[in-house]
């Protein structure tokens, strides 16, 4: 399977088939649309953009709509509603609702409009406090604030920053003005922060006064109302209620409809659908009758498209393969086990038209490495069970959360099968159970050692599956060398670094020296150990000879050492799969830590409760950074290491003219 | 006196080990937490994206507590007790330092990376498999530390001295 060959369609219609062919193409989702420059005096480009920003603009209304109503209604969501997928809606459900899509537009404005309303009276309602509690102090006051006397006498109205009796008040008014006779001070009221008053005085005093109260720290009030602020209190009072009322009305409309929300939603992807095709109307070519249209098609797909468009309309369509250099988007397809690693690979980067889809063989090895971190029974099951289940529950799955929910199950099989192999089921918790609850210690044999017993075995396993994976990655580059003919990089760049490394582990095999370090159980005979050597030799010369690509033979050959420089790439390339022994330990051991810490309350039945709980949230813990652990490092292994060894990427992803609706699906009727 | 040194020697490797690495994994991981917090602010919906590139400098805290067990339970202060001798308990001592001393500094570089890849991720979600690799990528070296302090712990029980 692997990477889908791509083709180039061109149709040529008339005008009137339009709109019913572009919505075919739509709701098929087969074709990338290529915008064709073609313009003359029969061709013609039609400017899409007003229409298209237009039906943008509608969507809009509508998704904002629906966040109204789920802020004033939110719906009830389950946590698992995430896995639903989108609902798929019928013919006949669309054309009923697309016949009242003016009446639900007419919706979702009066919605919008309404929760503006309510902002707005928010903002009021906050205008109003800020005025009434200005206004609080002087609710006693019962002449208008701004007046100043009559016509023999004079009103001063104000306020201190400070406490004041009125005793105090009229000794200080009597020390800085001895010469005011008559003066009245009313006390309007009084706090820790400040003194409003009144005072009155015969018109001839009155500079005098203000003289005197100035000193004291008298202030006008900032605002003064004209009405008696206590008549001001009231009316402002009133607005403050009709505000609340039209919050609430406003409030109780939108809850009334609540049922809207399906229709909203749709009215939203329907609009989106009619900006995508008015979008793909600008990508077209257009005479006076007749239309034409070009993109890429997968090969699989022209076929069937071809007969559904013919069959229905009088059109002509062309399929050709593209030419050498043009820029082929990329899409692949897979068998079932291999298909949800493609997510893995698509966050790398799409194939290049060169390359071949690594997806099936990077599978394999995902599984396998992926099991070999996390490696416990116990942790492979439930991430087994929890992915089965939810894959058997949720059949409307998005494709890319379908893809790594099933790339978790396939993984999670693998965790269990290695748990097995390495004897650990939650850690040791058969062991430890056994051991503090039932008094004799029972222990399931591992199917091959136990890693703790033995890390050094597991380590050169590691690093042996580390040289497959490599060579693996390196085989894949012979191929492709040899498939375009290019068999001089197929030698210089492949053969001698097999034969260079190969050579060299199989020359270290046979040291004594490398043989006691890893504890290996026997070693190659010297004799096939120095043919290899002579191998490796043979590898590291043909590398320095032959990879230089400078004219003087000097350069070359300083190109073609510093070429073999890249050997030590290769030892940290293998070490790197250390990190399998780590990680898989890493499982294992902190889950026998869980288990210790919770059967410290021996056989009691405290301790048995303490054991539950803290097999519970150590466990649940555990199970968590693990999986992040494995999952992280696999994907490094995939991606430095293996695509390191023959994978450039970076692709164009194949993006077709589709429906890319957010809420429904709308399923192509036949 | 000094017989009994042995075993402080060994506890002092654990203790090292768990404390560095997991001081380490705690600094990194909360650079990072901030980094995410901001990045949560602005869209809710990347949480998960940065919620796992905030933990993943939360590992070194781990290996820590792995090699810490792992001596103390060798050492036997936990489970049977067992007789160690002053050579024995410092090597035990040494064998954990690789561990505490990398971890310690690799926690702290990998939070900076991942707070780095955060805001990468912030910027382009659509790149996160990369902004993934990058913090990893540091981790290495933590991994291979807690490779040697494991090889180590587990050959310093074989040697009878």
């Given at each position: 399977?692997?990477?889908?060959?791509?083709?180039?369609?061109?149709?040529?219609?008339?005008?009137?088939?339009?709109?019913?062919?572009?919505?075919?193409l739509?709701?098929?989702?087969?074709?990338?649309?290529?915008?064709?420059?073609?313009?003359?005096?029969?061709?013609?480009?039609?400017?899409?953009?007003e229409?298209?920003?237009?039906f943008?603009?509608?969507?809009?209304?509508?998704?904002?709509?629906v966040?109204?109503?789920?802020?004033?209604?939110?719906?009830?969501?389950?946590?698992?509603?995430?896995?639903?997928?989108?609902?798929?809606?019928?013919?006949?459900?669309?054309?009923?609702?697309?016949?009242?899509r003016?009446?639900?537009?007419?919706?979702?404005?009066?919605?919008?409009?309404?929760?503006?309303?309510?902002?707005?009276?928010?903002?009021?309602?906050?205008?109003?406090?800020?005025?009434?509690?200005?206004?609080?102090?002087?609710?006693?006051?019962?002449?208008?604030?701004?007046?100043?006397?009559?016509?023999?006498?004079?009103?001063?109205?104000?306020?201190?920053?400070?406490?004041l009796?009125?005793?105090?008040?009229?000794?200080?008014?009597?020390?800085?003005?001895?010469?005011?006779?008559?003066?009245?001070?009313?006390?309007?009221?009084?706090?820790?922060?400040?003194?409003?008053?009144?005072?009155?005085?015969?018109?001839?005093?009155?500079p005098?006064l203000?003289?005197?109260?100035?000193?004291?720290?008298?202030?006008?009030?900032p605002?003064?109302?004209?009405?008696?602020?206590?008549?001001?209190?009231?009316?402002?009072?009133?607005?403050?209620?009709?505000?609340?009322?039209?919050?609430?009305?406003?409030?109780?409309?939108?809850?009334?409809?609540?049922?809207?929300?399906?229709?909203?939603?749709?009215?939203?992807?329907?609009?989106?659908?009619?900006?995508?095709?008015?979008?793909?109307?600008g990508?077209?070519?257009?005479?006076?009758?007749?239309?034409?249209?070009?993109?890429?098609?997968?090969?699989?797909?022209a076929?069937?498209?071809?007969?559904?468009?013919?069959?229905?309309?009088?059109?002509?369509?062309?399929?050709?393969?593209?030419?050498?250099?043009?820029?082929?988007?990329?899409a692949l397809r897979?068998?079932?086990f291999?298909?949800p690693?493609?997510?893995?690979?698509?966050?790398?980067?799409?194939?290049?038209?060169?390359?071949?889809?690594?997806?099936p063989?990077m599978?394999?090895?995902?599984?396998?490495?992926?099991?070999?971190m996390?490696?416990d029974?116990?942790?492979?099951?439930?991430?087994?069970?929890?992915?089965?289940?939810?894959?058997?529950k949720?059949?409307?799955?998005?494709?890319?959360?379908?893809?790594?929910?099933?790339?978790?199950?396939?993984?999670g099989?693998?965790?269990?099968?290695?748990?097995?192999v390495?004897?650990?089921?939650?850690?040791?918790?058969?062991?430890?159970?056994?051991?503090?609850?039932?008094?004799?210690?029972?222990?399931?044999?591992?199917?091959?050692?136990?890693?703790?017993?033995?890390p050094?075995?597991?380590?050169?396993?590691?690093?042996?599956?580390?040289?497959?994976?490599?060579?693996?990655?390196?085989?894949?580059?012979?191929?492709?060398?040899?498939?375009?003919?290019?068999?001089?990089?197929?030698?210089?760049?492949?053969?001698?670094?097999?034969?260079?490394?190969?050579?060299?582990?199989?020359?270290?095999?046979?040291?004594?020296?490398?043989?006691?370090?890893?504890?290996?159980?026997?070693?190659?005979?010297?004799?096939?150990?120095?043919?290899?050597?002579?191998?490796?030799?043979?590898?590291?010369?043909?590398?320095?000879?032959?990879?230089?690509?400078?004219?003087?033979?000097?350069?070359?050959?300083?190109?073609?050492?510093?070429?073999?420089?890249?050997?030590?790439?290769?030892?940290?390339?293998?070490?790197?799969?250390?990190?399998?022994?780590?990680?898989?330990?890493?499982?294992?051991?902190?889950?026998?830590?869980?288990?210790?810490?919770?059967?410290?309350?021996?056989?009691?039945?405290?301790?048995?409760?303490?054991?539950?709980?803290?097999?519970?949230?150590?466990?649940v813990?555990?199970?968590?950074?693990?999986?992040?652990?494995?999952?992280?490092?696999?994907?490094?292994?995939?991606?430095?290491?293996?695509?390191?060894k023959?994978y450039?990427?970076?692709?164009?992803?194949?993006?077709?003219?589709?429906?890319?609706?957010?809420?429904?699906?709308?399923?192509?009727?036949? | 006196?000094?017989?009994?040194?042995?075993?402080?020697?060994a506890?002092?490797?654990?203790?090292?080990?768990a404390?560095?690495?997991?001081?380490?994994?705690?600094?990194?991981?909360?650079i990072?937490?901030?980094a995410?917090?901001?990045?949560?602010?602005?869209?809710?919906?990347?949480?998960?994206?940065?919620?796992?590139?905030q933990?993943?400098?939360?590992?070194?805290?781990?290996?820590?507590?792995?090699?810490?067990?792992?001596?103390?339970?060798?050492?036997?202060?936990?489970?049977?007790?067992?007789?160690?001798?002053l050579?024995?308990?410092?090597?035990?001592?040494?064998?954990?330092?690789?561990?505490?001393?990398?971890?310690l500094?690799?926690?702290?570089?990998?939070?900076?990376?991942?707070?780095?890849?955060?805001s990468?991720?912030?910027?382009r979600p659509?790149?996160?498999?990369?902004?993934?690799?990058?913090?990893?990528?540091?981790?290495?070296?933590?991994?291979?530390?807690?490779?040697?302090?494991l090889?180590?712990?587990?050959?310093?029980?074989?040697?009878?001295?």
């Amino acid at each position: 399977m692997a990477v889908l060959q791509m083709q180039r369609i061109s149709i040529c219609a008339l005008k009137k088939d339009r709109k019913q062919i572009l919505e075919l193409l739509q709701r098929r989702g087969a074709v990338e649309l290529t915008d064709l420059p073609l313009q003359d005096q029969v061709f013609g480009k039609s400017d899409t953009q007003e229409q298209k920003s237009l039906f943008e603009k509608a969507a809009s209304t509508a998704s904002q709509a629906v966040d109204v109503l789920n802020e004033y209604v939110p719906e009830k969501t389950s946590m698992l509603a995430m896995f639903e997928g989108r609902r798929a809606i019928s013919g006949k459900e669309y054309d009923a609702l697309c016949g009242k899509r003016d009446e639900i537009y007419e919706t979702a404005s009066h919605l919008v409009s309404l929760s503006k309303k309510i902002a707005e009276n928010r903002a009021e309602l906050v205008k109003l406090q800020t005025q009434l509690d200005q206004l609080a102090p002087w609710a006693g006051l019962d002449v208008s604030m701004r007046f100043t006397g009559t016509r023999t006498t004079a009103a001063f109205i104000g306020s201190f920053a400070e406490p004041l009796t009125l005793e105090e008040l009229y000794r200080r008014v009597a020390e800085l003005a001895p010469e005011v006779q008559a003066v009245n001070i009313d006390l309007i009221s009084q706090s820790s922060e400040q003194t409003c008053i009144m005072a009155v005085v015969p018109r001839g005093d009155a500079p005098a006064l203000e003289e005197a109260l100035r000193s004291m720290g008298f202030m006008r009030p900032p605002s003064p109302s004209k009405l008696p602020p206590s008549e001001q209190i009231g009316i402002l009072s009133q607005q403050v209620k009709e505000a609340e009322v039209a919050v609430q009305s406003a409030q109780a409309e939108i809850i009334s409809q609540a049922k809207a929300r399906e229709s909203l939603l749709f009215l939203s992807d329907y609009y989106t659908m009619r900006a995508e095709r008015y979008q793909a109307i600008g990508c077209l070519s257009q005479s006076r009758s007749t239309f034409l249209l070009a993109g890429y098609i997968p090969k699989p797909d022209a076929a069937a498209l071809e007969a559904a468009l013919t069959s229905r309309f009088d059109l002509a369509v062309e399929l050709e393969d593209p030419g050498e250099d043009e820029d082929v988007p990329c899409a692949l397809r897979n068998n079932g086990f291999a298909e949800p690693v493609e997510g893995v690979l698509e966050s790398y980067g799409l194939p290049l038209r060169s390359e071949i889809d690594p997806t099936p063989i990077m599978a394999c090895f995902y599984y396998f490495l992926f099991g070999l971190m996390f490696s416990d029974f116990g942790y492979g099951a439930l991430l087994c069970i929890g992915t089965g289940l939810v894959l058997l529950k949720f059949k409307n799955m998005e494709p890319g959360l379908h893809k790594m929910i099933k790339m978790f199950f396939f993984c999670g099989i693998s965790t269990a099968a290695w748990g097995i192999v390495f004897s650990s089921y939650f850690g040791d918790v058969v062991n430890v159970v056994s051991r503090t609850f039932l008094g004799h210690e029972v222990s399931i044999p591992p199917l091959w050692f136990l890693p703790l017993n033995d890390p050094m075995k597991l380590l050169v396993f590691s690093m042996a599956v580390g040289v497959v994976h490599l060579f693996t990655g390196l085989g894949i580059q012979l191929y492709l060398h040899l498939k375009h003919g290019d068999y001089k990089s197929a030698l210089c760049k492949v053969v001698f670094w097999y034969m260079l490394v190969g050579g060299l582990i199989v020359f270290g095999l046979s040291t004594d020296m490398l043989v006691s370090v890893l504890q290996l159980p026997f070693a190659v005979p010297a004799a096939i150990g120095s043919v290899f050597g002579w191998i490796a030799a043979v590898g590291a010369v043909g590398i320095v000879l032959t990879n230089g690509d400078g004219s003087n033979p000097a350069v070359r050959f300083a190109q073609g050492l510093y070429e073999l420089y890249n050997v030590t790439g290769y030892l940290s390339d293998i070490l790197s799969y250390s990190r399998l022994l780590a990680l898989g330990l890493a499982t294992g051991v902190v889950g026998s830590v869980i288990n210790q810490m919770g059967s410290m309350g021996g056989k009691t039945i405290p301790g048995v409760i303490l054991f539950v709980l803290v097999f519970l949230v150590g466990h649940v813990l555990n199970f968590g950074i693990e999986l992040l652990g494995a999952y992280v490092h696999c994907n490094r292994l995939q991606f430095v290491e293996f695509f390191g060894k023959f994978y450039e990427g970076g692709s164009r992803p194949f993006s077709p003219f589709a429906a890319h609706t957010k809420y429904f699906k709308f399923k192509e009727e036949n | 006196m000094m017989a009994n040194m042995g075993i402080a020697f060994a506890i002092l490797g654990a203790a090292l080990a768990a404390c560095l690495a997991g001081a380490g994994s705690a600094i990194g991981v909360g650079i990072a937490g901030q980094a995410a917090a901001g990045v949560t602010t602005e869209d809710p919906a990347k949480f998960s994206k940065v919620l796992i590139l905030q933990l993943l400098p939360g590992t070194q805290g781990i290996y820590g507590l792995l090699i810490a067990f792992l001596c103390l339970s060798n050492v036997g202060v936990i489970g049977t007790p067992v007789e160690i001798s002053l050579a024995k308990g410092v090597m035990y001592f040494f064998a954990c330092l690789p561990m505490a001393i990398a971890g310690l500094m690799s926690a702290i570089y990998q939070g900076k990376a991942s707070v780095s890849c955060i805001s990468m991720v912030a910027k382009r979600p659509d790149q996160f498999g990369k902004a993934m690799i990058f913090p990893a990528m540091v981790e290495t070296y933590a991994i291979l530390a807690l490779l040697i302090s494991l090889l180590a712990i587990s050959g310093v029980g074989a040697i009878n001295i």
